[in-house]
């Protein structure tokens, strides 16, 4: 059966994302939704962009367009946007790409991943946003700082008027545990700051996590 998986905030950890792979194991049936914040902070960017773009052959591959990919692809218009998104964990993307790379550096077929993230993703039961949500809008309505930039510890949404749960990344949850508040799950686990990076099968609530160290660790969670 086909699955619907989200993957929360990566940033930059390749061994954790590969080790998630491998226990998730997508088929070309499933859709597996990568929430934002792929790169930036972990040591590995460049790594974690290689194994998106081998993924996009296995399966219906949808990366949501987080605050970091956004500050990315703004550094390549002006240095004050340079200076910016270096300041906020670029640096350590840039140095992935090798000692003293540059912007030119990067190869195209990234730039091309970055360039297809899409605002948000939506199916008949849920929606993936990167960070946050207006409850009374529908998702092409929503600004754009709310969908990047908006911490649930600056402001939790009611339910959304569609009736639908909304899965979220962006807020890092420090515990490494889900934040699960009926109509809102928070997947970013904080894999960046020695948490776990987490997927979620959004139908049936299986998680699937792992560290940068390649510790993985599974169970089912009632929906």
Sequence with gaps: MARLVAIGDIHGCS?????????????????LVVLGDTIDNGLD??????LLIELEGC?????????????????????????????????????SYGFGARLSDIPKRHWQLLERCIPFFET???????????????????????????????????PHFSGKVAVVGHTPQISGELLDLGHVLCIDTFVQGGGWLT???????????????ATVRAEQRGR
């Excluded at 990167?130 to 009611?158: K, T």
């Design 59 to 95: 399966c219906r591959l949808v990366v949501v367009l987080g605050n970091h990919e956004e500050m990315m692809l703004s550094a390549r218009h002006n240095r004050k946007s340079l200076e910016f998104w270096l300041n906020c964990g670029g640096l350590a993307t840039l140095d």
């Design 199 to 213: 997927a979620l099968d959004a139908i049936t609530g299986k998680i699937w996590q792992a560290d940068e160290r």
């Design 124 to 158: 008949e039961t849920h929606l993936f946003v990167h960070a946050n949500y207006l409850p009374e809008l529908p998702l092409a309505g929503q600004p754009g700082d709310v969908l990047r930039w908006r911490s649930l510890d600056d402001s939790v949404p009611g």
């Design 15 to 31: 061994m954790a994302l590969a080790s998630v792979l491998r226990a998730v194991r997508p088929s070309k049936d499933d859709t």
């Design 45 to 50: 960017s460049r790594g974690v962009i290689d």
